[in-house]
């Protein structure tokens, strides 16, 4: 089997998300199961500054954009500690940029253009590349038009005859969508903006399309690929999807286990493992306490946050309690992320109001959340909605305690302490209301076993610390719905001849 991976983010070359962590990891993983796997990304100025060894291959082509040829190159590389080639779409004037999809807030008005290069570019290169391929595997809507140029253009291509399409949705809220004058660039016929295709309340929408062409659909939770098929998580699209329901699966990200193993991490003042957490994680909270000026005591519980600062994220139930939180509880906070200017405003106030209480960081630190997750007690996710979320896994590893919004992939990783069985013990707090009320009980409850019942406290810890969320199981779950893409494709074959 042979799976081409396109993503417009993957580590350790650029990342903005959990896109990047899956599309880093799931072709390596893939290739246990005996899958061979390549990866196709754009060549982002970040790519080059991220220390990866880049050769050039000397193939270079054109692309019709719109009424003009646009020329690019690939370049190739490998994701670290494997084989995957991995092939980097050079096209400077779309991709030497600052930011991957916007900068100083503000998306790049030639959003659809650079994405129409590149899923131009990663079919065109099967062919220049003389791959096989059985199955490419698009993520977002950053590659949605591939599936729909699969299913037109190249239908009746040699090499693209028997290619089938895999389209995982990461994130409905991203949807891609531009004015129609935008559907010139994709070089497709205008028959297909329509309303169960391209087209979505008069403007083009690179999510739907991916939707509507590719012959599997994929979310990454379980949870997830039921909540988007009813509003308001659908974004618009419950519809459609409802409409694809019989090939939409969903399946949980996993977790990069190399680089979150609190044993092996060098980010850490401390490393640790399930037998000695109590003083690992001692040591990793003193480290932090001093770094950032909160106050030095291990007796106290530090909540941690690392993540995009955007409403998703449920800051708008956090905000509703904090300064309450601040002034009356025996709790710490660190807060590390970037995004939402309102927020890190909001943030920076009560962080100089309280300075012994909370602490923030508004930036990218790969290095800090390690740390982040190694020294605080509990991990704080009450999203609105989470299509997978990869932090409460990590949490889970360094035994920070997660307290989660039941939704999409939290729901499906995370059990309440008081809904634990033995087959499927509890590992964290959670609750379902989206409502401020709901989430400070949730953290009262914590604080309270925290503080009153520190054997319930380390049961959590260790729980979290044994589960298995490597990508193991769910590397097996990709590999079954490529099968079963391809069974469906050769039987659509051989039917019709
Ligand atoms: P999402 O994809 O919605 O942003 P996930 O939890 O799935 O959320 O994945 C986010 C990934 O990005 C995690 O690996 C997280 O650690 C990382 N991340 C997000 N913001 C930051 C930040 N400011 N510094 C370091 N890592 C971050």
Redesign the pocket.
Known sequence: MNVLFASSEAVPFA???????VSGTLPVALREHGVDTCLFMPAYRCVYQSGQPIERTGIYFDIPIGSKLVSGHLLRSTLPGSDVPVYLIDQPQYYDREGLYNENGRDYNDNCERYVFFCRAVVEAIRLLNLNVDVVHANDWQTGLIPALLATEYHTADRYRSITTLFTI??MAYQGQFWHWDMLLTGLDWKHFNWQQMEYHGKLNLLKTGIAFADTISAVSPRYALEIQHEPIGCGLAGVLRDRQNVLKGVI?GIDDRAWNPSTDDALAAKYDVHSWRTGKAANKQFLQQKFGLEQRNDVPLIGS???LVS??GWELVLKILPQWLRSQEAQWIV???GDPTLERHLRTLAAEFPQRLAVQF????A??HQIEAASDMFL?PSQY???????L?SLRYGSVPVVRETGGLADTIIDLERGTPEAPANGFSFVNWDPSHLNRTLQRALHVFYQSPDTWAQLVETGMRQDWSWHASAAKYVELYRSTVARRNQIQTAFG
Do not use: I, W
């Open positions: 990342k903005t998300g959990g896109l990047a962590d990461h994130n990200n690392v993540g995009r998703q994220k590390l992320g970037t930036a990218f630190s790969d800090l959340a996710m989470e299509p997978c979320g990869l932090n409460q990590y």
